[in-house]
């Protein structure tokens, strides 16, 4: 029997979160992909209860073709690395990518030192009342796809 954990298929939810962020949101999704609003939410929406068994619906996650049309919009192949992660593997730019990617730059550095400032900054704040709310959960979420973008930019850069 083919299974994952909980733990792997609840990751392939959590990822839906920071791409469908970067992507502008399911508002705009919907416009980009043959599935509802409704229907985006539900494939990133977590189990109802902890006893709940993550693979009693396979219609709550999201289809290959779905997942496709979500990473080209976010710019950024957030759920098929997911994926390619989860089977032990690792996704590496294409060769045009890595020649349009350029010389790495001061910008480049600063980028990166702001997202990861923005992301500490967001951290203390969800701290600050000793719990994370769902929002702030959704905020660090989205800033962690942002600081990951900087970093895939500069590691392309310093491609040989």
């Known amino acids: 029997m083919r299974r994952f954990s909980e733990n792997e298929y609840l990751s392939l939810k959590r990822v ?13 999704l919907r416009h980009v992909t043959r599935v509802s609003i409704s229907q985006l939410s539900k494939y990133a929406s977590a189990l109802k209860s902890a006893l709940d068994d993550p693979r ?16 080209r919009a976010a710019k950024e192949p957030l759920i098929t690395a997911k994926m390619a992660e989860l089977l032990g593997y690792r996704l590496v730019p294409a060769e045009e990518r890595l020649a349009r990617a350029g010389v790495l730059s001061v910008e480049d550095a600063f980028r990166i030192i702001d997202e990861a400032t923005d ?4 951290t203390r704040e969800a701290f600050a009342d000793g719990r994370i709310d769902a929002l702030e959960r959704q905020q660090l979420r989205y800033k962690i796809g942002e600081l990951i973008r900087a970093a895939h930019i500069i590691s392309d850069k310093l491609e040989d």
């Open 119 to 122: 992301f500490w900054r967001l």
């Open 16 to 28: 839906l979160d920071v791409a469908y962020e970067l992507a502008g949101g399911v508002s705009v």
């Open 56 to 71: 009693s619906d396979e219609k709550t996650f999201i289809p290959v073709d779905v997942a496709i049309d979500v990473d």
